[in-house]
């Protein structure tokens, strides 16, 4: 897909590091990211809702990231809307997997969930 009006949307997850523990490579160095442009994918708006009380007030922010069924997106990476200093949203849940069609091998695209708090 292309969009003549459209921005570079970016998948980012955390690099490995070593467990001081178990000595095993987990994931979870966010200082600098793997960055990997997604091509031929969206963001789109879905709701947002304010929450508050006496000394906070918080925005919470629900976006749906639409991809190719195929890219290999996990729970915990983030999504950038667009280059340096765009909105970064959070892949919380467990993204829907990749159906493929048994006749043909189509894989539609797909619809993620993501989230985003300010404040």
Not at 12 to 22: E, Q, V
Not at 53 to 59: G, K, L, S, Y
Not at 77 to 102: K, M
Request: aromatic share 8%; hydrophobic share 30%.
């Amino acid at each position: 897909m292309d969009f003549p009006f459209g921005h570079k949307v970016y998948r980012l997850r955390a690099r490995p590091k070593t467990d001081p523990y178990s000595g095993e490579q987990v994931p979870g160095d966010w200082s600098a990211p793997e960055e990997l442009p997604i091509e031929g994918a969206f963001v789109a708006q879905t709701s947002t809702s304010m929450l508050g009380d006496a000394t906070r007030e918080q925005a919470l922010e629900s976006k749906s990231l639409y991809c190719d069924g195929a890219l290999d997106i996990r729970k915990g990476d983030r999504i950038r809307d667009g280059e340096d200093g765009a909105p970064i949203y959070s892949i919380d849940g467990i993204p829907p997997a990749a159906d493929t069609n048994p006749w043909t091998g189509w894989t539609p695209p797909r619809e993620i969930p993501l989230t985003r708090g300010v404040g």
